[in-house]
């Protein structure tokens, strides 16, 4: 079963500067990588599939990159709503949900 | 744009079960894999199981087998998700996510907008 690893755990940004959050998969996943944002109180929201394509309605300033074992959320220009918990989480293979115990963004 | 509708919070005896509905937006049912997730307070996401849209066959992570029973009513566009034999530790929201289409494996979206179940004596 693949395991999936974030860092750091805590991230602490000013508005307005660049945030960059790492996803790691202990195996190969290829391209097969979404992201999601989660709020207080609020349920997930996908924000990037397949590794790199933003979702409908994401801003741009939320990309995302790599493949195999190494990803990467950027998130340009923090906006005051943009702090929040990220999850990266694999589709390439069982069992279904495969998630990171998530990055915090709060603010510095 | 596909919204999904979840019931009310509920509290619940250990030993008891409880019963999650989800209600969909248009075709989403008969269409699109439907999957339950929970996240326990200050924890992480976790999958519990899937009904596939065409045989409305269902799929369980093996840490709820036995406890967890996914069901639909496509002439309401509803899904509902059954859990018995609870525990303390079930406390969670439950969020019930649209898959894809034709795999099982895939992202999640949209998600409903959470349920939380307390169990306590």
């Known amino acids: 079963e693949i395991v999936m690893t974030q860092s750091p755990a805590t991230l602490s940004v000013s508005p307005g500067e660049r945030a960059t959050l790492s996803c790691r998969a202990s195996q190969s996943v290829g391209s097969n990588l979404a992201w999601y944002q989660q709020k207080p109180g609020q349920a997930p929201r996908l924000l990037i599939l397949?590794?790199?394509t933003r979702a409908t309605g994401i801003p741009v300033r939320f990309s995302g990159s790599g493949s195999g074992t190494a990803f990467t959320l950027t998130i340009n220009s923090l906006q005051s709503e943009d702090f929040a918990v990220y999850y990266c989480?694999?589709?390439?293979?069982?069992?279904?949900?495969?998630f990171g115990p998530g990055t915090k963004v709060d603010i510095k | 744009q596909v919204l999904l509708v979840q019931s009310g919070a509920e509290v619940k005896r250990p030993g008891a079960s409880v019963t999650v509905s989800c209600k969909a937006s248009?075709?989403?049912?008969?269409?699109?894999?439907m999957h339950w997730l929970r996240q326990a307070p200050g924890q992480g996401l976790e999958w519990m199981g899937w009904i596939n849209p065409k045989s409305g066959g269902t799929i369980y992570s093996q840490k709820f087998e036995g406890r967890v029973t996914v069901t639909r009513d496509t002439s309401i566009r509803t899904v509902y998700m059954e859990l018995s034999g609870l525990k303390p530790d079930d406390t969670a929201v439950y969020y019930c996510?649209?898959?894809?289409?034709?795999?099982?494996?895939?992202?999640?979206?949209?998600w409903g907008q959470g349920t939380l179940v307390t169990v306590s004596s």
């Open positions: 989480q694999q589709y390439d293979s069982w069992p279904p949900g495969t």
């Open positions: 996510a649209r898959g894809a289409m034709i795999r099982g494996v895939t992202w999640f979206d949209p």
């Open positions: 248009g075709n989403t049912l008969r269409d699109y894999y």
């Open positions: 397949g590794a790199s």
